[in-house]
């Protein structure tokens, strides 16, 4: 049995990791938008949960989710590239939807790039159902595959 390590809140000082691991495994070929100050914004707002997988203090992975009124937003996802398919990008979306449950979600919603069908097949073994296509999502050049999981409670 493999052990999963902790799933945490992030603290100020893993935002620039945090960023880094975003520019380099989810905005490849794009402009670096989730910068530190971007993540730092999120980890201030209190309706955003920005989480990581710590061990021994490395950042392995990371999500990051919003929260309104009855629904969720993971707007982002990402594990260590060495590290994937051993359960931590399952862990680290499983620790957000709890965390939506207890908020009063009953859905969450997301995107992916439509060009990734690794991050697709995983959404997909997760329970997560594609609603729309959407092109030109990410600068005007890349689709993206709007995706959406019903909670239950």
């Not at 530190?36 to 997988?53: F, H, K, Q, W, Y």
């Not at 995983?122 to 959407?134: D, I, K």
Request: overall charge neutral.
């Amino acid at each position: 049995m493999q052990v999963l390590p902790c799933i945490r809140l992030a603290r100020p000082t893993e935002a620039g990791a945090i960023a880094a691991l975003s520019r380099d495994c989810i905005e490849t070929g794009l402009a670096w938008r989730w910068t530190p100050a971007r993540v730092m914004r999120s980890m201030r707002d209190p309706a955003t949960n920005v989480a990581v997988a710590n061990e021994f203090g490395a950042v392995l992975g990371f999500s990051i989710m919003h929260f309104d009124d009855a629904s969720a937003h993971l707007l982002l996802l990402a594990v260590m590239p060495h590290l994937r398919e051993r359960g931590l990008g399952r862990h680290l979306v499983e620790w957000q939807e709890d965390c939506a449950r207890i908020a009063g979600s009953e859905l969450i919603r997301a995107e992916a790039r439509a060009d990734n069908a690794v991050a697709l097949a995983f959404y997909a073994e997760l329970g997560w159902q594609v609603t729309a296509r959407v092109s030109g999502y990410y600068e005007g050049r890349i689709d993206a595959l709007r995706m959406e999981k019903r909670l239950s409670a």
